[in-house]
């Protein structure tokens, strides 16, 4: 919104006068003047139904002059007295006017939120100990805020279903659900697959699915997140882990080029769940349950946990310890002339690990270096067809023109014997990349490093057990060109390393240089040598990126937010 | 040795707005209904999806009630997901989702009409057309005769309080009701 | 009109004024186009086409008509708030969703005189410039609306609908639309709602104020079967005329549904307030039951605040008994119950007031759309708590929870069925507090009849 300073309103809010822009609605306003008022059907994103009344609060107005009175003088601020209304307003619909006044600390606001407490809670089941919402429950929360501390009802609940299947990735309590339908207005806004409804009526009123249908929609956990109470469940996680006892990350999912922004739930380095987390630039507040639910092979068997060197045998592999793996490795790389060797990395790896494996490329004076590329189909919400997460890093930062241009030549001056020496990052040439075992053979040295075993491993003389996603941190430009962290969340198991570590500790063993300790500072280096990061500080970043290189790329279900938004259907 | 992959595979697409269904084939509706369908269709000129409840009464005309099978017809009919049709169908007690006798009789319950005997007259209509009505409960309304011939329900106000008890059987309606007998004796 | 002949037994009372129901119960009148065309039927409509549509609004302003579904909100002022520059399609929707329990006009109108009605649209909407208008009629009266179908039908035959409307280039269609037996059709926004094919949720006001954003979001005026009979009878005599009919600010005849516990009951149209309880009750009406007392009245459909039998009113400087009370708007809103729907339920002293509650809360839990908090969990709770005190199994504190349920529900949903449940509980128990308790059992009072609260109330839940 582009408002003049001419289009800001006063309101005073418990006593305060403030501005907003014309168009704010009182429960926004509120919150920006440090009042949170409790909500359960409000959802900035969704259209606002207010049926769940738990945003009541006292309101007032100008006074009316009746006719033939005078109008009241106005103070020296120019606000008038405040004629307060004996029936309370809702704060998540209405928008603010002049001179209104707010009140959401006062007898009237706390005996409506008492009041609708009670009545949310009287066909509740009350099952909290058994509720895997329990922790981050909003109605626990406000009950203990705002309730009575004990319920009057004594008649016999209604009865519901209980532990329904509705789709492959939720759960639905029947008993537990609040009907404040966000979920429903989630799959008919934002999902545009209306799957979900009421049926019967009144205190009967039941969530439901169509008999004999599923959410099955990709963005279906979607519902789990907003659902405020313990009705919609993720299969996936329910009763893995209570929430209060997992640490939560920042950081951006790595599925994809949209870099999804999410908190990363985990305990003892396993990781129980992804959830999205709000950044109105990248993915509002959603993303798609295959992104969020990838996350079950980073603590699975097939990890790798220590360097492998292979057998003399030359068909097992053996453990080592890094630096045997290292120094091998440097050793070898030694026999090859630059034109002989070629470097594969990922458009998965961050800048920092990007621009040192530049540093690594220069050293070996490699003649040929790619990335791998990965394209699908968009899905004309968040899913980009570029899968990489920061394809736009591996040009910008290693200075691949054109991703995956070079692989094929590589493929050749395999086969034809011009390339003797590979050295492969965090991604898996025979599976992702069209490599075949045969050609990789050919090699004379292959080097890979990645976090699972893989067909590429298996070819490979030196296998390093790489950091996944998770385990890292460093920085990624997303396709529409924001720059965003990527945060640890974990450690990786055994004697896995961040890819910038192993590049690092390979440029030392081969006799470059040293003196970097972490990806912060390879950050700052950044920006001596690829203008567009220069000036730009870490910490500036932030949680939620900041724009760093203009595309032409745009995220589909963001235009049609913002199309709501301007049609004042949604705060956004 | 497990592959890693970071593609989605596991999940469908979300790509379908509206999507196709195939009924069991039990489920037709003759063309002349169709034809009354399509022409209630053209009252809402600016929204098909208005015309839920008037293609539900056609149906219902014609059916009884509402199955499951005639909700996914209203829905491809309308193009509506079919969720949308049940959501309206749940919530009218006037649609009924089970099938009622011959004659369904529809007993106001509320205050002038239970004032003037509605209570008394749903029992003597009970006791007359043999219907148990023990098992009616908030999902179950309705209660059927054994031989199927009437069905019956108390319904809320029926708008002729200045004449109760009154009750509808099928469309036809009775003001002041006081012989059980002679009322479901016009219905043979 | 002393002319005219009416159906022996169910000839008008003496003070009534018939306007509305001029032909219900006439005798040799039906529903036919050509029945009411003898009688003058759709002179108004030519008259009103050609005037200005602006000036069949200033008229229904000057008439002072207020709506006659229960609200009582002037229906000029409600055609005012048409936005001034609209350049969206106006629809116009006739409500004739009657299902105030204790009313029973609407029915009479349709069924014994639908052009009036008809008539009365086609003014109304070529004031407000409605091109298409639906009449949303309850699905229980099924021949009311086939009866409906075929007036629209003869009209139509007769150029008073469809294109060009007696050649004044002004074309309007009207459709049948049946609801399907839900109380909440009868809440405007709950209606348009519900004529979109959805369920009929009210919508929160604002923004969606029907003559702003009401059906397809488009303007929308909604008025009672009643409000829009008289708005042909305002073309008649001119507003300014019209308004001498009544009362100020209580202007026009009113129908006056009378069900319940007297002689005879019956519909009967007066002239607003010109009639008071009493007259009503022993004149129009016939009086109690033989050697009965009045316990309660219910003057304007069962949400009406209740009004005791014998309490005295202080309105203005006057103490009213309730046989004094005159029946119009403004005198029932200062006795603090309201006009309403105009049906008026008279309760004697041989009915249980637990059982007269108990039955309005079963039907208002019934109705309840669910869509809000307070009225969806608080609806069922008050029919629960007061099925108990019918039953001899509630103890006197469920009477204090009851009315803290309806206080609850009060003034706090997005739509009047918040008032329309919680306004009779509450009134029964201020004014029934006694009766009510006297129908419970002190040693109940500790009876906790859900587990799951009964696990709360250990401290487990």
């Known amino acids: ?572 | 040795m497990r592959p890693l992959t970071n593609e989605p595979c596991l999940f469908a697409k979300p790509t379908l707005l509206i999507r196709k269904f195939s009924f069991s084939m039990s489920f037709e509706v003759p063309a002349d209904v169709e034809a009354k369908v399509d022409e209630r269709i053209t009252h809402y000129p600016v929204s098909k999806r208005s015309a839920v409840l008037p293609v539900i009464h056609e149906l219902q005309h014609h059916f009884g009630f509402i199955s499951e099978p005639a909700v996914e017809w209203i829905a491809e009919k309308l193009e509506l997901e079919p969720i949308k049709v049940l959501e309206v169908v749940t919530f009218y007690p006037g649609i009924r989702q089970s099938a009622p006798g011959k004659y369904h009789i529809r007993v106001c319950r509320t205050l002038s009409c239970a004032m003037a005997g509605s209570y008394e007259l749903m029992e003597s209509l009970c006791e007359t057309a043999k219907i148990d009505r023990s098992g009616v409960n908030h999902h179950n309304p309705i209660a059927v005769s054994p031989d199927g011939k009437f069905s019956i329900e108390f319904a809320e106000c029926l708008a002729s309080c200045g004449t109760g008890p009154v009750c509808l059987v099928n469309d036809d309606f009775y003001e002041a009701v006081e012989d059980a007998g002679e009322l479901l004796g016009k219905y043979k | ?461």
């Open chain 3, 1 to 461: 009109m002393s002319d005219l002949k009416y159906i022996a037994g169910k000839e008008p009372h003496p003070r009534e004024r018939r306007m509305i129901f001029k032909n219900v119960d006439r005798e040799g009148w039906d529903q036919s186009i050509d029945t009411y065309e003898k009688d003058g039927g759709y002179e108004m409509l030519k008259k009103a086409l050609k005037m200005e549509p602006g000036d069949i609004t200033s008229e229904v302003k000057a008439g002072g008509l207020r709506g006659r579904g229960g609200a009582g909100f002037p229906t000029g002022v409600k055609w005012g708030f048409l936005p001034p520059n609209n350049e969206k399609p106006v629809y116009l929707i006739c409500n004739a969703d009657e299902s105030e329990p204790g009313t029973f006009k609407d029915r009479y109108i349709i069924h014994q005189d639908p052009h009036q009605l008809i008539e009365g649209m086609v003014i109304s909407c070529f004031a407000v410039n409605a091109k298409l208008a639906y009449i949303y009629i309850r699905e229980e009266f099924p021949e009311g609306a086939a009866i409906l179908e075929k007036a629209i039908e003869e009209a139509h035959a007769k150029g008073y609908l469809g294109k060009d409307i007696l050649g004044t280039g002004f074309d309007l269609e009207i459709y049948v639309h049946r609801g399907a037996g839900a109380y909440i059709c009868g809440e405007e926004t709950g209606l348009i709602e519900s004529l979109e094919g959805k369920r009929p949720y009210p919508r929160i006001k604002p923004p969606y104020f029907p003559a702003a954003m009401g059906l397809y979001l488009c303007p929308t005026i909604v008025n009672n079967v009643e409000t829009l009979c008289h708005v042909k009878h305002i073309i008649e005599l001119g507003g300014e005329e019209w308004a001498k009919i009544g009362k100020p600010n209580n202007t026009g005849t009113r129908l006056l549904c009378v069900s319940g516990d007297v002689q005879k009951p019956g519909y009967y149209e007066v002239e607003v307030g010109s009639l008071t309880m009493g007259e009503l009750i022993n004149d129009v009406c016939g009086g109690l039951k033989e050697g009965r007392k009045l316990l309660a009245v219910i003057p304007g459909g069962s949400s009406a605040k209740v009004l005791r039998g014998d309490e005295t009113y202080q309105v203005g400087d006057d103490e009213l008994t309730i046989w004094d009370i005159p029946m119009d708007f403004d005198t029932l809103a200062a006795c603090g119950s309201m006009a309403g729907s105009g049906g008026v339920i008279v309760i004697d002293d041989s009915r249980s007031i637990s059982w007269v509650l108990n039955n309005i809360n079963a039907f208002y839990a019934h109705e309840s759309c669910g869509q809000c908090t307070p009225c969806r969990e608080g609806s069922l709770w008050m029919k629960k708590i007061t099925d108990r005190v019918v039953a001899g199994k509630a103890s006197p504190q469920d009477i204090d929870t009851l009315y803290g349920v309806a206080k609850n529900i009060d003034g706090r949903t997005i739509c009047a069925f918040g008032e329309a449940c919680s306004w009779p509980t509450e009134s029964f128990v201020e004014k029934f507090k006694d009766e009510l308790v006297a129908d419970t059992k002190p040693e109940l009072s500790d009876d906790i009849l859900n587990p799951e609260s009964e696990l709360a109330a250990a401290g487990l839940g």
């Open chain 1, 1 to 572: 919104m582009s408002e003049e300073k001419s289009d800001l309103i006063d309101v005073q809010i418990n006593g305060e006068w403030h501005s907003f822009p014309k168009g704010t609605r009182m429960i926004e306003a509120c919150r920006l003047a440090g009042f949170e008022v409790p909500h359960y059907c409000y959802h900035p994103k969704l259209t606002s139904p207010g049926n769940c009344r738990m945003c009541l609060v006292e309101m007032g107005m100008p006074p009316r002059p009746r006719p033939g009175e005078d109008p009241p003088e106005p103070d020296e601020d120019g606000h008038v007295p405040i004629s307060w209304i004996p029936r309370p307003a809702i704060a998540c619909a209405n928008t603010i006017a002049p001179n209104m006044g707010i009140r959401t600390e006062s007898e009237m606001t706390e005996e409506c939120r008492e009041g609708v407490m009670e009545l949310l809670l009287a066909n509740h089941p009350l099952d909290c100990p058994i509720c895997d919402q329990a922790g981050e429950c909003s109605l626990q929360e406000f009950s203990v805020e705002h309730g009575n501390g004990q319920s009057r009802f004594r008649e016999q609940k209604v009865k519901k279903p209980k532990n329904v299947d509705i789709g492959p990735r939720i759960r639905l309590d029947d008993e537990r659900c609040i009907m404040c339908s966000r979920c429903i207005r989630f799959m008919d806004e934002i999902a545009d697959d209306p799957v979900l409804g009421f049926t019967d009526r009144g205190s009967h009123t039941t969530l439901t699915v169509h008999p004999g249908h599923e959410l099955s929609n990709n963005y279906s956990l979607n519902t789990a997140d907003i659902c405020p109470v313990g009705a919609l469940t993720s299969n996936d996680f329910r009763f893995q882990m209570r929430v209060w006892f997992m640490k939560e990350t920042h950081t951006i999912d790595t599925n994809c080029a949209t870099g999804c922004n999410v908190t990363v739930f985990s305990r003892e380095d396993k990781i129980y769940r992804v959830i999205p987390r709000r950044n109105d630039d990248v993915n509002s507040d959603w993303m798609p349950d295959s992104h969020r639910l990838n996350i079950h092979w980073i603590d699975s068997e097939a990890r790798l946990t220590d360097p492998l060197i292979r057998d003399e045998d030359g068909k097992n592999h053996r453990v080592a310890n890094w630096a045997e793996a290292l120094q091998r490795s440097a050793e070898a790389l030694r026999d090859f002339d630059g034109g002989e060797i070629a470097v594969i990395a990922s458009a998965r790896m961050t800048n920092e690990e990007l621009l040192i494996t530049k540093r690594l490329v220069k050293q070996l004076n490699a003649g040929h270096v790619d990335v791998v590329p990965r394209v699908g189909e968009p899905d004309g919400y968040l899913i980009s067809a570029d899968r990489n997460p920061n394809t736009n890093g591996a040009k910008l930062v290693l200075g691949v023109e054109d991703p995956g241009a070079s692989l094929d030549q590589i493929k050749d001056g395999i086969a034809q014997g011009r390339i003797k020496a590979l050295i492969c990052l965090q991604e898996n040439l025979v599976d992702d990349a069209g490599f075949s075992a045969e050609n990789l053979g050919k090699l004379d040295f292959l080097l890979t490093s990645y976090p699972l075993a893989n067909p590429t491993a298996e070819a490979a003389d030196i296998v390093l057990p790489g950091a996944c996603w998770a385990e890292k941190s460093g920085t990624m430009i997303n396709g529409t060109g924001r720059l965003q962290r990527l945060n640890k969340c974990i450690d990786g198991p055994g004697q896995t390393r961040e890819s910038w570590e192993i590049v690092r500790d390979l440029i030392q063993a081969l006799g470059g240089g040293n003196g970097i300790y972490s990806a912060t500072e390879l950050f700052a280096q950044l920006g001596d040598e690829v203008s567009e990061f220069e000036g730009i500080t870490f910490g500036q970043i932030g949680d939620l990126g900041i724009p760093l290189i203009e595309t032409d790329e745009t995220i589909p279900l963001l235009e049609r937010e913002a199309e709501r938004k301007a049609q004042g259907l949604i705060v956004g």
